[in-house]
């Protein structure tokens, strides 16, 4: 016998029950998306090398997946290059193409590509999968679907109201329990501006991020090591221990950041952003949270993160507001702002707390026995019926053993099963099973349709 | 201004326009098939070579799209072959993955790689990109979508009527006017056995299949030159006379092939196949093409293919039955049938004769003019009622100059506009205006909901 055949490491195969669930939470975001006036867009699987490198820092570019050039492509390399054997050198000469690594550059070439034809503000969505040459690891995998939305060409801070509302709205629909985190990019650096270490940025924010982990004193320390001076750190030390609500944490900052004209200008974003939450009456909690610095090289106004409260779980949705996304591809100053659903984590908390629905458009729910010739002849044209009537059904193809033609439709987990046999066919009725009751019931034609739609 | 962004030849982008096009097809197609209980399954874009390599004929290997090793891949070739600078020898060191080039094979490696899983007969859809390094041309792209359903491990030729039905369905729903050409491959070996030519069974198909274009004199010489004896050349004469219907056709068939049981295994088959599909009463015409011969070397059964007779175009879908799928992965004598259709091509029928539905699930409805922060506040309440009535809507997210917001909402093709300034506030009410129509009606929260909703 042949060699057991595998895939790739760190991909996947999805079953039929696995497809159903995954679409289950793409269709819900989607049908999201779609409610808020988002459209649809697509890009290729490979994009240019051009497009790509550079884009993700040292680290990404390696990670990328590079398509090998067709055709002869060892003649077009130097000989002294091939001597040398650096696969970093050879790459660019082997390689023209790589698959998409995330679906934001993409969405950036896109927009500065058919900005001509694009009308602004573009609120686009879009769900593919991309690839990573990652370690693979739980939960890790070097091919995975991202699910992104964005407004491009709008400074209007209703957009990032509306991109939370659109949070609560799915994960109200899918019964999660979320908590989104909001921070903004201008009050950390108004922080950084107060206490004078305008330039640490980065290493106050990563310090601070670790407040909950290691504690004050540690992160004191880490700072001190890091360079930022005695007095700066003290002066962090109001602001680090912050207490109550939002709304008290918002009035504490305002005089915090009181001389920052940029803090300020957070601290203004902020509460604008609120006081369009605050009548929307979502389900889901929307707190300031401080320590929130992803993607702090990137945003520029709003950060966002989303937290499941039912489980110990990285987060499940996040975003922010760019201020140049396009400037990369030669179209500078379009601000946008964007979210993306983790939608690997998304399955595992509803696997894990048991919230995928029974009940599918995509699953079968009647199957058909097959007893022989004439019954299925009988059978036939009452499955074109129920097909007509919208509800999945199938009969099985051939007059197999019944043990395993009930053995196939239990395994399909298919929720009714008709039988026809002599008696039904001379009466003109059929046995209509359920099969997670067990109940039976005789019936003709229209009630056997009508009692499968309403159940 | 850095390079203008462009895409690898052959690759598209798809705008929003056209993605909901592409979804109107997928979407239409899907529900067929799960209305038949088939049930979807997907598979990484990436496989290993060992698996796509040799299936699919030297040219298709050439045609692969391979993954460049990750890391340091060069170190681990030999500095001999690298001296000989052989592309072909050294690809297997350059690279272990490639990207699918049909559904095809990587559904016989999930068959076989989970076939102590799947409950059999196993009937599933894919529909999933695949990619090929072919010379792009008008209507051939290197990344492609196909949609198939197969089921595996049934012999009943019930599943080949079925799948007539699904692609009767299909074309219906779609409003293109299609015809279903049969063939069976063991016709065509009875064929080439009664006229004493059973080993030239591909040159015969070949020449047969050119009558139409090229008239019944040249087709004689072809089979002559390509050394089929000249008594078999003018006992093929009949056959290739056939005339009449589909019926006719048979009955003649049926005394012609008398002499070959393998010949009149396939006429049982075709006959057994038509009185399964006479009853269902379909709105596409099927009839039986001698000279159909696709994937000869594939096929042991039926073989299908479809025509649109709305226009000169390829066939829009084909199948048919093979014996042995998984055998190349050693699971050898499961046999199975399946259709594919061409989601490309349906595309382009579906827009040259506008069938494409104007409205549209995916497509924003409702778009509400900004006129500055009260007028906003007073219709986010009402933006929310819509989107909770499953109403796709949205507002401008700014007070921008009117003309431009009504020019969004134009080319965003979106069918209503609101407009509430201080007078609407004033009488608590909303102006309604048809895009289309340019009607403009005035109306409360819920008249504005209902409007909507019903139209």
Redesign the interface.
Known sequence: ????????KG??????AE??KR?YIFNTIKKVF????F??????????L??LMGKYGEEGD??L????N??????K?PNEL?DK???NK??PK????G?RYDLTVPFA??V???RN?I???F??YQMQ?V?R?DRPQKGRY??FYQCDAD?IG???L??EA?LI?IID?VFTQLKINAIVKLNNRKILAGIAEIIGEHERLTDITVAIDKLEKIGIENVNRELEEKGVSKVAVENLQPILALQGSTGEKMVQLESILAASEIGMKGVEELKTLFN?LQ???LNTGVELDLTLARGLNYYTGAIIEVKTTDMEMGSICGGGRYDDLTG???LPGVSGVGISFGAERIYDVLEQLNLFPQES????RV?FVNFGEKE??YC??VL?KL?SA?????????SAKMKKQM??AN??QIQFVVLAGESEIAEQKFTLKNMQTGEQQLLGTEELINTISKS
């Open positions: 016998m042949a060699q057991k055949p595998s895939i790739p991909t996947r195969d999805f079953s039929p497809v159903v679409n779609r409610l808020y006036g459209q649809p867009i697509e890009t290729p699987a490979m994009e240019n051009s497009t390696k990670l997946f590079k398509i090998l067709s055709g002869d492509f060892i003649s390399v091939l054997k650096d696969s050879l790459t082997l390689s023209e193409k698959l070439r896109f500065v590509q058919y034809d009308v602004f503000p609120r686009r999968p690839w040459a070097r091919e407004v709008s400074n209007s209703l957009n509306e509302q709205n369009y009548p929307m009456g990369i591809f030669g458009p995509e699953i079968t199957m299925e002849a036939l044209p074109t097909r919208g509800i999945n059904s199938e009969i099985y193809p051939e053995n196939y395994k399909k």
